[in-house]
């Protein structure tokens, strides 16, 4: 089993960065994809961002891409989300996921994940 962990959520202003942080205890994240996925008040969850087990593949959703990037080091169990010139549209609880397998090599698709953190929120302002 794993537990994952998120962090780096809060307020920020338009236009602004934050990186989330997602650690991982339990079962290791090495060979598994990782992905962030976030929901929107009154909204069903979404995908954000996948990368592959080895890291060398990234997936984004058309509304993030070119601004967030999702990277993973599996040495210390962590999957992290920079995110830039943020929009008050990005306000949502972002959620960390760990995949059942490595069937898919970066999983769009909330079934294909097993794992799920707590979520961290993210507010942007205008």
């Known amino acids: 089993q794993a537990r994952l962990v998120e962090s780096g959520g809060g307020m920020v202003q338009a236009g602004g960065s934050l990186r989330l942080s997602c650690a991982s205890s339990?079962?290791?994240?090495?060979?598994?994809?990782m992905g962030w996925f976030r929901q929107k008040p009154g909204k069903e969850r979404e995908f954000v961002a996948a990368i592959s087990w080895t890291g060398s593949y990234r997936n984004y959703s058309d509304s993030v891409n070119y601004r967030f990037l999702i990277s993973r080091d599996n040495s210390k169990n962590t999957v992290d989300l920079q995110m830039n010139n943020l929009k008050p549209e990005d306000t949502a609880i972002y959620y960390c996921?760990?995949?059942?397998?490595?069937?898919?090599?970066?999983?769009?698709?909330?079934?294909?994940?097993?794992?799920w953190g707590q979520g961290t929120q993210v507010t942007v302002s205008t």
């Open positions: 339990g079962r290791s994240i090495k060979n598994y994809p």
């Open positions: 996921a760990q995949a059942r397998g490595y069937r898919v090599t970066t999983p769009r698709v909330e079934s294909e994940y097993e794992y």
